[in-house]
């Protein structure tokens, strides 16, 4: 499974935070882009690829324990998931990749 993640944010270290390598055995991240604007705003776009036989659940916790650990004291921060929109939260980024899997097997 693979989720496209990007995140908008004020802080301009956050992409030095959000490192690019193993999350998790079977669970990796990509940097796709990088774009700076001169407003003082990051644009980052991340690719997470779970491997097969991992479980989804498993995985889904991982994944947002992770963005949150990342993501949760950086002011002015936004997140998406194969472009929706969601909370840094970890139960709400946990429930989107779920809801997201169930999706790609319904659809």
């Known amino acids: 499974m693979k989720l496209d993640i990007s995140i908008r944010s004020s802080d301009l270290n956050v992409g030095k935070e959000v490192a690019i390598g193993q ?10 882009m990088i774009l700076r604007e001169a407003i003082g705003v990051s644009f980052l776009d991340y690719v997470i690829r779970i491997g097969e036989g991992i479980a989804i659940q498993v995985a889904a916790t991982l994944i947002a324990k992770y963005l949150y650990d990342k993501l949760k004291d950086r ?12 909370e840094i939260n970890a139960e709400k980024i946990e429930q989107l990749i779920i809801n997201i899997e169930k ?5």
């Open 75 to 86: 002011k002015d921060t936004n997140l998406t998931i194969n472009y929706k929109s969601v």
């Open 103 to 107: 999706e790609n097997k319904d659809g």
């Open 23 to 32: 999350i998790a055995d079977g669970i990796t991240i990509e940097r796709k």
